[in-house]
């Protein structure tokens, strides 16, 4: 009885924060914008991402912060810190990876972060080459509105806006395609100015110029801010375009056997699935003339200001249902969540608001999103849902990339997952379910180097690090099936440590990407304890809590062939049996044994 009381006021509690929502769009909420990334006091800076926790949980502690304005003086700050022997790292006005690739942490502590927030004043397009150079401060957004109103356009970027120009190619961000140059942002770039140390006659730093034909430049197109400091990056561009798009909301039934056929028939087509409900959405997307009748806009629910009260309660229902392992709960608010998504067409708009597929607008207006990054400080109602002033949602984010002929067989795996007890499914369809999308082969060495699928899911994230989610063993297995089984390669912003065990087997091209830091940052000026762990393998200080639900441990059967490459067989320690670590989790059994990372 009691459980059904409960049922009861999760639905119509999740019913009235989605009416609130639903009136919110309609009257278009202003938010206070995301808070800086970088705080500084008497005793020195702390660098924080979106979320306001890493996935370690741990600050990153830096002593200073330099922001500067010019070329030269942004080179100017690499000399200083070349002359000191300082470690180097960057970040802009943004500051959404999960991973610490911006935090230069060193046991002596002698770095200096580089901030690119004030470096963003100059846009050149260039109309008859039809190219883009700009700042690597520059937001996304400001480089994208510059480029349509010369009446051309950016083919590919992220779906989220909240992203610098540096940023955007520094960890491989990307769209949905297969068609031309792909949807990822760095294969559109035709050109890059880097900031590299230097020796004493050159005055200690010095920018270099790379083009199309420079083999450095497949290193800094996806650098993971390993090689210098991105002071300009050049796009190609395409006439200005509109886009048509329509989502369809449809059974799973076989679209692991039909996933390759909607990426051909459309150039930015993705799927959306959520395993729980059984449903497929199917996002048909493609160009269309620019004189075509339409001016809609993508405005992403995901990523439109929400009230703070609603936020909140959000986040307060959901650790109640943790608390309570109250899965049927989720589901409930699963279903809610799938139907008001398909009532506003998960956030496109015809005008003001949704009236009816298909959905036509230019690409500037299409292709991006994220209206909760803009509005005046002053207002501090509502905000991102994810802000971290307000203990609103807190989640962490898979992303895995498949080759796109093992993609099938990964969906199917997990459908038979879910088909021995579909609600164990409802905690990630609260969020956005499976996100799935298509990036072409690239000749970045840290891209990929076959046409792959991506796929996202998000789940939630507990205030406190010893406390293991709601059905951890099925999403464990499901991010093993994907790193492991399939050897599907990480996104690099995204995911806890566990999805990079391996890497340096992942990627071709590894070693010219390391011989291209060797000759332009032969000191490892631009290097970090998580580099140095992710990309060569060195030993670093281990957390002294065992806890696989923070991604630094995983658990594995004893003596079978899944286990995986031994990259980091040196690093393991291999401890006996456990004892339960959690009143929610089973004793493990003796054929069983836990790999803390």
Not at 52 to 67: A, E, F, L, Q
Not at 180 to 199: E, T, Y
């Amino acid at each position: 009885m009691r459980d059904r009381f409960l049922m009861a006021g999760v639905a119509h509690l999740v019913h009235g924060l989605i009416l609130i929502i639903w009136v919110s769009t309609i009257h278009s909420i202003l938010a206070m914008p995301p808070p800086p990334p970088v705080h500084c006091n008497d005793t020195g800076c702390t660098l924080y991402n979106s979320y306001g926790v890493w996935g370690d949980r741990k600050d990153c502690k830096i002593p200073s912060v330099t922001y500067p304005t010019t070329e030269e003086e942004l080179r100017l700050a690499v000399a200083q810190a070349n002359q000191k022997n300082l470690k180097v790292k960057v970040v802009s006005g943004f500051s959404h990876t999960i991973p610490k690739l911006a935090c230069p942490a060193t046991p002596s502590g002698n770095a200096v972060l580089i901030s690119t927030a004030k470096y963003n004043s100059s846009i050149e397009v260039n109309v008859a080459d039809q190219t883009v150079t700009a700042d690597a401060g520059v937001a996304l957004r400001d480089l994208i509105d510059r480029v349509e109103d010369a009446g051309l356009s950016l083919v590919a970027s992220p779906y989220w806006e909240g992203v610098s120009v540096g940023g955007l190619i520094s960890t491989g961000a990307h769209g949905s395609s297969w068609w031309g140059k792909g949807g990822a942002a760095h294969d559109h770039v035709v050109g890059l100015s880097l900031v590299v140390p230097a020796g004493k006659s050159e005055g200690y730093a010095k920018v270099i110029r790379l083009e199309t034909r420079d083999p450095l430049l497949n290193a800094a197109k996806i650098s993971l801010g390993m090689l210098g400091v991105i002071s300009k990056v050049k796009f190609s561009l395409e006439p200005g375009f509109k886009r048509s798009i329509t989502n369809n909301f449809t059974d799973d039934a076989h679209f692991e056997d039909g996933f390759m056929d909607l990426a051909r028939r459309h150039e930015f087509a993705d799927i959306t699935w959520y395993p729980s409900r059984h449903t497929a959405v199917y996002r048909y997307d493609g160009r269309v003339p620019l004189n075509s009748s339409g001016d809609g806009v993508n405005d992403f629910i995901g990523f439109q200001s929400n009230a703070v009260l609603v936020s909140r309660s959000v986040r307060s229902t959901e650790k109640s249902l943790e608390s309570a392992r109250n899965v049927n709960g989720k589901c409930t608010m699963a279903d809610t969540v799938l139907g008001y998504k398909k009532l506003v067409a998960n956030g496109l708009k015809n005008n003001l608001i949704f009236t009816g597929y298909p959905v036509v607008g230019r690409q500037g207006r299409m292709q991006t999103s994220g209206s909760c990054l803009y509005s005046p400080r002053t207002n501090t109602q509502s905000t991102c849902a994810w802000d971290p002033r307000i203990k609103g949602l807190s989640f962490y984010e898979t992303t895995a990339i498949f080759p796109a002929s093992k993609f099938g067989d990964f969906i199917r795996d997990v459908k038979k997952l879910r088909d021995l007890k579909p609600e164990n499914f409802c905690g990630v369809d609260v969020y956005n379910g499976f996100l799935i999308r298509f990036i072409k082969a690239s000749g970045a060495y840290l891209g990929q180097s076959e046409d792959s699928v991506v796929t996202d899911f998000n789940y939630y994230r507990a205030d406190e690090p010893s406390t293991p989610r709601l059905n951890q063993d099925v999403w464990e297995e499901v991010e093993q099936m994907a790193f492991f089984k399939y050897g599907a390669k990480p996104h690099w912003a995204k995911n806890r440590n566990l999805a990079f065990l391996g890497v340096q087997q992942k990627y071709p091209n590894l070693n010219k990407f390391l011989a291209a830091k060797k000759q332009l940052d032969p000191q490892n000026m631009f290097s970090s304890e998580w580099s140095d762990e992710i990309l060569f393998g060195k030993e670093t200080a281990k957390g002294d809590e065992c806890a696989p639900w923070r991604g630094n441990a995983y658990v594995q059967k004893i003596g079978t062939a899944t286990q995986p490459r031994d990259t980091f067989a040196n690093q393991a320690l291999f401890i006996k049996k456990l004892g339960s670590a959690s009143t929610h989790l089973p004793p493990w059994p003796d054929r069983w044994q836990l790999i803390f990372m």
